[in-house]
């Protein structure tokens, strides 16, 4: 059974799942699909066609399924997606996309801090740690395990892949490569989330098998195609695939 304060409004239309808690001042639209066990703190707005999963928390005037701010958009029926378990903060603004071939989504098991905006055709992986006012602008990629610092802008069409840490108050231009670590305006890359990964259960032997591909992009004195020619000529580990396979499918380039 659901609780809904007597201030909230929920819009003809709107699909509820079981043992939602909707807090004061909450407007649910027409087009939302809310999951189980969803809890909205208060002045909360679920908006668009927005489809929720299960045990997520929203904190006060998050603003979920707005309107892309995209000049190009003329109110066609476009999508946002967002799965389970996650949590987000206080003034946390998530655009629907701008087209419906690439609905913006939010995976599982992420946290979203307090005033960070996630654009029109982002997609966001699994667990992900996303700081205090961090803006996407469109079309986005973050894969899973990602951390981002406060105050950092990522430029459109950007990837960060998996297990990178994006330190605060960065300015994000190009793609960050998985396993790395960095910060700057510009963003520079400054070696491995060595730490990172050995909290996510990274053997030794893994993490020395990720630093000696990241040598070979960065400290060998190779350009980028030089480095994926060589790395062409390597037995690959799992991770070290991931790592060349990121590098070669990068449309705006690498950080470096």
Do not use: W
Not at 159 to 180: E, L, N, R
Not at 241 to 252: A, G, M, T, Y
Request: aromatic residues 8%; hydrophobic residues 35%; glycine residues 10%.
């Amino acid at each position: 059974m659901n609780y809904i304060d007597p201030t909230a409004r929920i819009t003809d239309g709107a699909k509820l799942g079981d043992n939602n808690h909707i807090g004061p001042f909450c407007l649910i639209g027409k087009d939302v699909v809310l999951g189980n066990n969803n809890v909205l703190i208060s002045n909360v707005i679920l908006d668009g066609d927005t489809t929720i999963g299960d045990n997520n928390k929203f904190y006060h005037s998050a603003v979920i399924g707005s309107n892309p701010q995209d000049l190009k958009y003329k109110g066609e029926p476009t999508k946002l997606i967002i799965g389970s378990n996650n949590t987000f903060r206080e003034f946390c603004t998530i655009n629907k996309s701008a087209t419906m071939d690439e609905p913006t989504q939010i995976g599982d098991n992420c946290l979203l801090m307090a005033y960070s905006h996630v654009a029109h055709n982002c997609i966001l992986g699994n667990n992900l740690i996303i700081a205090n006012s961090v803006q996407f602008a469109g079309h986005i990629h973050v894969h899973d395990f990602v951390t981002i610092g406060g105050m950092t802008a990522l430029h459109q069409f950007v990837k960060i892949g998996k297990y990178a840490f994006v330190g605060g108050k960065s300015g994000v231009k190009k793609d960050v490569p998985p396993f790395t670590r960095g910060e700057g305006f510009p963003y520079k890359v400054m070696g491995l989330n060595s730490v990172g990964l050995q909290r996510k259960g990274f053997s030794q032997e893994s993490i020395v098998d990720i630093k000696s591909i990241y040598k070979l992009f960065y400290n060998s004195g190779k350009n980028v195609s030089q480095a994926l020619e060589e790395s062409k000529k390597l037995e690959l580990t799992p991770e070290q695939k991931l790592f060349v396979e990121f590098i070669d499918n990068s449309e705006r380039g690498l950080n470096k």
